[in-house]
């Protein structure tokens, strides 16, 4: 294909600019700018080349498919381009993500490119020297190879390993920066796909048995089974979790520390200084927390700013450092690790970790989050250790969750002990917790709570107590046991301001047969 483009440049040469059809532009229109922008946020597959400069894209999540071709004008079978008749966002996305133009070139904004335009694209002339040797050298292409896969096929390759400049030749994104599960041609290049694209192209390609043969999108040969991509499609579902699909200002994981409100939804707030504590929009412009400088994000993935101290509602962008949240040691081991072991599910076929997108081997360490992510431990763990959130949805991991602002919550939980311990009871006689010693752990069979005599002496000279009752009882007071505390070394029979007092040992309680006035 270059060969006949030069044989097109000697044919038809091209002495200056005018000579073009489509006339030149030295800056993007507004509407070019806006699909440029669209272009660069949206995922688009290739399904298909007709050749070096005309190709059959289909958006993601979509199923209607679009031809577009570069030339002389540019073309494209979309509605857009046939209404505008400019630049669409499928030949910007070509131009942008295909080939790598920036979008700031004079190439990538317009009508029209000529045929030897067209080859220093193709070529890739665009890019700076050391770049373009790191992309399309010898040593990118050949990779580096990983390891042999247990159980690996008869006639496949190892699979390369994946480079920080890796794209997916369907949808033309970086690997390592979406973070999406992969598959790899098992059988010529070795290169990586994003399992969901080979789907798409799958289904493109309409393969009617489970045993046929896929083809590579890079080398064009056998890249696996239908069969095998079946079940790497079924399993890699299993690494994306509902925390994924939710609202992107939705701050999971966060309580506000003062209406209590979680999640968050809308601005979030942070203080700087305290550890893991958070506010609502509503809570900061009550005032609260005034004394401490916060930090704020509108989604869950976005950088904190650090805000101004003489207007919260003004951020002023800071170094990252400046309100990073760090996690401790001990939070890390907190979060619960498993040892891979032999017929462990997490040995399947398109299960992963989403940051290396390696899988899962006999032996490694591997930590779930509570959104219910799971990765290695040595991949997880070095980012976690400057960040308080998961990395693929931005749930947060640790919260404050006192309900005090001037209460510890080791208090806090003594005082919800005490609580649930008002709540036991003898029939007939409440039961009152010790106010000046610590509570014991509730349901404890060794714990014993005070509770006045003159109470229990009541309860067994009630007349209206049934036969029935008094039986029950009697049955339970031969597990437990109520005896006299005398508090501080006091006789009982001096204190004036209450009654002897009994404590109660287990969950039912039989008098002292001794009287005591």
């Not at 993500?97 to 029209?112: I, M, T, V």
């Not at 006639?155 to 030749?169: L, W």
Request: proline fraction near 6%.
């Amino acid at each position: 294909m270059l060969c006949l483009l030069v044989s097109l440049l000697d044919k038809y040469p091209f002495s200056d600019r005018m000579s073009r059809k489509p006339a030149w532009r030295n800056t993007a229109s507004d509407a070019v700018s806006s699909h440029q922008d669209h272009a660069l946020s949206s995922t688009m597959l290739l399904l298909r080349s007709y050749g070096p400069t005309a190709f059959l894209l289909q958006e993601d999540g979509g199923t209607q498919n679009f031809k577009v071709c570069l030339g002389e004008p540019h073309t494209c079978t979309c509605p857009t381009f046939t209404r505008e008749r400019q630049p669409c966002q499928h030949i910007c996305w070509l131009l942008l993500r295909k080939f790598r133009l920036p979008r700031d070139h004079e190439y990538a904004f317009q009508l029209g490119l000529s045929a030897r335009q067209l080859l220093e694209v193709l070529q890739g002339l665009h890019q700076a020297k050391a770049h373009r040797t790191a992309l399309d050298g010898p040593a990118a292409a050949a990779g580096t190879p990983s390891h042999n896969v247990p159980g690996q096929e008869v006639g496949s390759v190892c699979r390369k390993a994946i480079q920080a400049q890796d794209v997916c030749p369907i949808c033309q994104e970086g690997l390592l920066q979406k973070k999406q599960p992969v598959s790899y041609c098992r059988f010529s290049c070795g290169n990586s796909v994003h399992i969901s694209c080979m789907k798409v192209w799958a289904d493109h390609q309409r393969l009617s048995d489970s045993q046929e043969m896929l083809k590579c999108p890079l080398c064009r040969e056998d890249f696996s089974s239908l069969k095998l991509l079946q079940e790497q499609v079924k399993n890699a579902a299993k690494l994306f979790t509902a925390a994924e699909r939710e609202s992107p200002d939705r701050h999971l994981g966060v309580l506000c520390y003062s209406c209590r409100v979680c999640p968050v939804t809308g601005t979030c707030f942070r203080c700087t200084i305290c550890s893991s504590f958070y506010l609502c929009d509503n809570c900061v412009k009550k005032g609260c927390h005034s004394q401490h400088p916060l930090a704020s994000r509108t989604t869950r993935k976005e950088k904190w700013i650090l805000l101004a101290a003489s207007s919260p509602g003004d951020p002023r962008p800071q170094d990252e450092s400046t309100v990073a949240e760090p996690f401790a040691d001990s939070d890390l081991e907190r979060l619960p690790a498993v040892k891979v072991r032999s017929g462990s599910q997490l040995l399947n076929e398109g299960l992963q970790c989403r940051i290396c997108l390696q899988r899962f081997g006999f032996g490694q360490q591997v930590r779930t989050l509570p959104c219910h992510h799971k990765f290695h431990t040595d991949c997880v763990d070095q980012i976690l250790l400057s960040s308080n959130s998961c990395p693929l949805d931005g749930y947060v991991l640790f919260s404050q969750q006192t309900t005090d602002r001037n209460t510890s919550p080791k208090v806090i939980c003594t005082k919800q002990r005490e609580n649930d311990l008002q709540d036991l009871f003898v029939p007939g006689v409440a039961l009152h917790a010790q106010r000046t010693k610590p509570s014991p752990t509730c349901g404890a069979l060794n714990s014993e709570i005070p509770i006045n005599a003159s109470s229990c002496r009541r309860l067994r000279q009630d007349p209206c107590t049934s036969p029935t009752k008094k039986t029950r009882d009697n049955m339970a007071a031969r597990k437990t046991k109520v005896h006299l505390k005398d508090g501080d070394n006091v006789p009982v029979r001096d204190r004036k301001s209450a009654g002897p007092e009994l404590r109660m040992t287990g969950v039912s309680i039989k008098a002292d047969k001794e009287r005591h006035s």
